[in-house]
């Protein structure tokens, strides 16, 4: 809305210099009621710019009634008015239109933030906010973005530092899996076996660090043809402790968190997310189905750690 806003004024004020400029010209228009047209026009569409989503509406009527008279008082030679009359249309607000650009604008606003060094969090921060509470304004409350509001409290820089150790917390998946059979199906799936219980990541100040193994899990599964639920599987799990340790270099770039791994030199992204650092894993959760190994149940997985 703000561009049309700003096309209203400057062809405004465009139509008062032609209407100077052929004021003196010997032309069959009454020009004091042009005049007085050309004045209610300005006065409408400055009412207009302050217009808020709640009366738009009614200012626009007004606003297009004026535009209307002072065509007819003063004709539009070049046409301009009517483009902003054509611009107008019905006067009726597009929440929808206005819900998804404010949408789009939060989700900009976010991804500057992510990637929000030490000296502009602040600002990107405030940006980031503001762009939740217009976007809250034109689609409704939404108790997600309220949440992330307050999570970003006064957007002061409290994070916690790399440099350190940090253990794997969480395996979350996009679907909810039962993987210990209990009937209840959960998208925090590392709580449901008790493999990658002290997965380490350890950063070092020379931008060194490793990662630290312990176990690993082979995870197959069996069709449940018991059960009347479609696609339901047993799971079986099998954890097998043994250590190993990945050495890597690592670089910064605002919250985010780039490992090159010293002997393959795959590249690893991490976000420091608040006080967690997390990476998505493609297919990082695999069950091989017992009865054909060339059948599999796959899930993407975000692997998120803490500051120990």
Known sequence: MCDFIDRIKKISFCFIILFLLNGCQDEPFEWDACQIAVIKTNEAASNLTNASDENYTAYCLIYRDALLKQIEVCGDPLGELQRILDDLGDCSVDYDRLCAEAIAATEIAEANFNNAS???????????????????????????????????????????????????????????????????????????????????????ADGTGSFSYNSYATITYTPNFETSVIDQVDYFVTCTDFEDTVNFTWTQSGNNFILTLLETEEVIYYLRDSDFLTTNVTNGFTATNTNDSSQTITEDIKFIFSKQ
């Open 118 to 204: 030490d000296l502009d969090y602040k600002n990107l921060c405030e940006n980031y906010r503001a762009a939740i509470l217009y976007q809250i304004e034109v689609c409704g409350e939404d108790e997600n973005l309220l949440g992330i509001i307050e999570n970003l409290g006064n957007c002061e820089l409290q994070v916690v530092p790399i440099i350190g150790i940090w253990k794997l917390q969480f395996w979350l998946s996009g679907n909810p899996l039962d993987i210990n059979n209990d009937g209840i199906a959960t998208t925090s799936i590392l709580s449901e076996f008790d493999c990658y219980q002290n997965e380490l990541i350890t950063f070092l």
